[in-house]
């Protein structure tokens, strides 16, 4: 098992900055990505952006150039970052993290971001 701990978000004016911090622990091994997602309200949840094995990163439209995914792998501990620049209002969600092994995924409980406008 995989379990995520997220942390970091708030409320945030637009046009401000904020960075979510995901710690994994369990069996960190055998991830082969992990990413950040977020739900509006009355939305589907959607990928924000992915961090792949061989440093691969994918990032959706609406953020590309304003969000950056990082992974921290020190020895028996990863956590992924997501730095958020430039917010908008249509930012605002509930954000999770999420960590996928070959034949299992796992999510975090989910972190509140806000941006007023």
């Known amino acids: 098992q995989v379990q995520l701990a997220e942390s970091g978000g708030g409320l945030v004016q637009a046009g401000g900055s904020l960075r979510l911090s995901c710690a994994a622990s369990g069996m960190i091994n055998s991830i082969v990505s992990m990413a950040w997602y977020r739900q509006a309200p009355g939305k589907q949840r959607e990928l924000v952006a992915r961090?792949?094995?061989?440093?691969?990163?994918?990032?959706a439209d609406s953020v590309k150039g304003r969000f950056t995914i990082s992974l921290s792998r020190p020895s028996a501990k990863i956590t992924a970052y997501l730095q958020m620049s430039s917010l908008k209002a249509e930012d605002t969600g509930v954000y999770y993290c999420?960590?996928?092994?070959?034949?299992?995924?796992?999510w975090g409980q989910g972190t509140q971001v806000t941006v007023s406008s």
């Open positions: 999420n960590a996928d092994r070959i034949t299992s995924t796992f």
């Open positions: 961090f792949e094995s061989g440093e691969k990163t994918t990032y």
